[in-house]
């Protein structure tokens, strides 16, 4: 499975690195050998909502060669829907499997065409932003709809990141990974939630 990671400027790392260090742990415990990832931007250097500088690995590739994009919220995803640059690079992953957002990351999908019919989430301060964009949006920790995965505010990025884990794989796996992370919460996919 490749993953791109979509990181620009005024992003909020922790949408971002919950479900990544979530995730990661796959190829660490050497549960999916073939997990590679790569971080994806829309320049080789961005700065995210707090300071912090991140280098990309990859400066607006196709993402049509992903399996999974990951993208993260910020107050930056209020200005990137009308980018038309970036809206593009986005809507070259029309055809990936996995869609993942966290927080107003959401909001990019929607943008995109991603989530019209649809039932997601996002933080729960952003929900009336996010209404025209799908079907329906709900105040959730995290939400599947198909191969569509959407967590709530921030710290739910480690909430989606175990329940991606789950449903991709199994309880046990998402519980043994909860536990090295010392995470206390894990929400298990019912049987309709399974990939």
Known sequence: MRMAFLLFDGMTTLDFEGFHHAVTWLKKQEVLNDLSWDYCANASVITDDRGMRILADRVLPDLSAYDLIFVPGGMATRL??????????????????????VCTGALLLGAAGFTKDKTITTNPLALDALKPYCKEAVKARVMRDGDLFTGGGITASIDLGLYFIASITNDQIAQNIQTRMDYPFYHRPTPEERA
């Open 80 to 101: 990137l829907v009308h980018d038309p640059v970036f809206m593009d690079w986005i809507r070259t992953a029309a055809d990936v499997r996995y869609k993942v957002s």
